[in-house]
């Protein structure tokens, strides 16, 4: 069973932060690496990072990980910076990404390599995550926006 635990959410209820990571964990893995899954996504202003939106670290194994979001911007956003992270999540899990250099280490996101770009904003990992986060956020809203 997957293990969620939320941190000083103010803005996004903890209700719509566990619907969110439920739904977008069921896009992102399979139903064996969810359940071996265990987050901890804060949204504490003390973990802040100057400039960061929200980051996301490796734990004492494969499938722990810790999610920082910045708890305060506007709901949309948060929303979207979780979907950016939960797709890391996905690309440490499936070897994609290494969680200590956070580099790429695998074939797969090779298509997205882009010669001579920005280090951070045009590396194939960032651009998985934002192309993916829309997506993600899209999918969400229309299946779960009128039941919360
Ligand atoms: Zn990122």
Redesign the pocket.
């Known amino acids: 069973m997957m293990e969620i635990e939320i941190i000083k959410s103010t803005k996004l209820s903890k209700k719509e932060v566990r619907s969110m990571t439920k739904f977008m964990f069921k896009i992102l893995l399979t139903k064996k690496e969810r359940k071996k899954l265990k987050l901890t996504i804060s949204f504490d202003p003390i973990d802040s990072e100057p400039r960061q939106e929200g980051y996301c670290i490796q734990g004492a194994d494969d499938y722990k990980y810790l999610i920082w979001c910045r708890g305060s911007r506007q709901r949309e956003s948060q929303r979207q910076t979780l979907a ?2 939960f797709v ?1 999540v996905r690309q440490m899990i499936q070897k994609d990404m290494s969680p200590f250099t956070g580099k790429l280490i695998s074939k797969r996101l090779d298509g997205l390599s882009i010669k001579n770009g920005d280090q951070y904003w045009d590396s194939p ?2 651009i998985e ?1 934002d192309g993916r986060a829309r997506g993600l956020v899209s999918r969400w809203h229309t299946k779960h926006n009128k039941t919360l």
């Open positions: 950016h992270e890391h990992t960032e995550a």
